[in-house]
């Protein structure tokens, strides 16, 4: 890479790139991966057109495909040019993307959700044009800002300072734009004392904090963000999720692809849940819900069955259904077993998960004893009650059951989400349990001036 003189100018980081050619895009290698981002100065888009769309793309791949030279590569081009139906899967090839469509509007949060593997990075990629789709369009207008993978787009042997030019200058932006804009990415990063170290030297946490500082300040129409911000600490993240609400009021479309759910349903209006093609789309409290469900019956171990988990109900206090509840309201879970086998001592497991993260609310145990259960037999069928009062911040919970065979020490049965209810709450706080904390004036002093001085004034 040719490096000019230094100008010696204030905000000059030692060393200057050259300007970037006019292509429409430009790949900049790096230790993890291609940043790329438009070099068009393209205005802001505020009308009513989608700022992305994704019109039924699908996207192939193949199974171990090498080419170590250019003999490997010939013959696998001239065998994909002769195939009939260029679309359709090879024997080694498969969907990695299979038939999405969406979009998002200027000021919109977008989630992408959905097990590893189901195709949200590779999503992210077709939209900034690392990868080109097999079927269907991707489209993105305006100026992007991608922080795809950690490390990605940044030149391992330049400085952090120097990066933040190099950024600038792949966006097309003038030299006295991102010297204005310089402090405040740093300070943002909070990397000021390693600045001028070269980023091989950088974490993965750092990286991220440095990459989603610039892909922040440099005004992007479009911000696309993938799991890399999960290595940074609780306060860069909360930093990062502040930013784009901020971005949102400005009018600049994201696409969020995070595990992350509670933080999806703080950010996003709207969430695509993948696997395997769309499993849902819709309103991101919604698709969270049908992903945790998914999830938990994946999850859920049957056990050795000797009893079994068949159902539970979920009532209020008058005995009816209770999907929306007020914080402190009385609950009853009612569980229906069935027993198999005779069995004596047994743990009756409730569990309560938060249901935009699975964040664990509440776990007990109540054995045999405590239930006044005698021995089952198979056949045998009965119920128990799990009464609570739901002292919880405004959100949507879901309950699980298991049971525990003491004596074998493994789980006969595990059920998840037998119940799901949403607290409702009018009164602004935070955090996940409602302590109902009262507050009221203990006592008051207040100064009187001194006779002295109050006759001088």
């Known amino acids: ?22 292509w429409a895009w430009r790949r900049w290698p790096s230790a993890g991966g291609v940043f790329i981002l438009p070099s068009t100065n393209l205005p802001r888009v505020f009308d009513a057109q989608p700022a992305v769309t994704f019109d039924a793309v ?21 065998k994909r040019g002769l195939r009939p139906n260029a679309a359709a899967l090879g024997a080694e090839e498969f969907w990695a993307v299979e038939d999405v469509s969406f979009e998002a509007r200027a000021g919109e949060a977008l989630a992408i959700i959905g097990p590893n593997g189901a195709g949200k990075s590779t999503i992210l990629k077709l939209l900034t044009k690392i990868l080109r789709p097999t079927k269907g369009q991707a489209a993105v207008r305006g100026r992007v800002g991608a922080l795809i993978e950690v490390a990605a787009g940044f030149h391992p042997d330049l400085t952090g300072r120097e990066n933040v030019y190099l950024q600038g200058a792949i966006m097309h932006m003038k030299r006295a734009e991102i010297a204005a804009k310089f402090d405040d990415i740093v300070e943002f990063a909070g990397l000021a004392p390693f600045i001028d170290t070269p980023v091989k030297r950088y974490s993965s946490g750092m990286n991220a904090r440095l990459g989603f500082s610039i892909a922040a300040h440099l005004d992007p129409d479009v911000l696309l963000i993938d799991e890399v ?10 930093r990062c999720i502040e930013r784009m609400h901020a971005f949102k009021r400005q009018g600049v479309s994201i696409v969020f692809v995070s595990h992350n759910l509670q ?11 993948l696997q395997r093609g769309v499993r849902a789309q819709g309103p991101s409290l919604e698709v969270i819900e049908q992903y945790v469900r998914a999830s938990d019956r994946q999850q859920a171990a049957t056990g050795s069955g000797t009893v079994e988990i068949v159902g539970g109900e979920l009532f209020d206090h008058r005995g009816e259904p209770a999907p929306v509840v007020e914080p402190g309201q009385v609950m009853t879970l009612r569980v229906s077993y069935r027993a198999h086998a005779p ?12 249901s935009t ?18 021995p089952v037999r198979p056949g045998d069928q009965f119920s128990v009650d799990f009464r609570f009062r739901a002292h919880l911040t405004r959100g949507q919970y879901h309950l699980a059951c298991h049971v525990f065979d003491t004596a074998t020490q493994e789980y006969t049965s595990r059920m998840s989400p037998v119940g799901i209810f949403t607290v409702r709450e009018d009164r602004t706080f935070a955090g996940i349990a409602d302590l ?3 507050s009221t004036l203990a006592g008051s002093r207040s100064r009187e001036a001194a006779p002295g001085i109050a006759g001088q004034l």
């Open 1 to 22: 890479m040719r490096i000019a003189p230094c100008c010696s100018s204030v905000s000059c980081p030692g060393r200057h790139l050259p300007p970037p050619r006019r």
């Open 58 to 78: 699908w996207k192939k791949f193949r199974r171990g495909e090498r080419h170590d030279s250019l003999r490997d590569l010939l013959p696998a081009l001239i």
């Open 229 to 238: 911000l999960a290595v940074g600490d609780m306060a860069f993240q909360q």
């Open 263 to 273: 933080a999806v349903a703080n950010l996003c209006e709207r969430a695509i849940y």
């Open 343 to 354: 069995v004596s001592d047994l743990l009756f497991g409730f569990l309560a998960h938060r």
């Open 357 to 374: 993260d699975s964040l664990l609310v509440y776990d007990a145990n109540f054995s045999s004893g405590e239930l006044a259960l005698r």
């Open 436 to 438: 109902q904390v009262t």
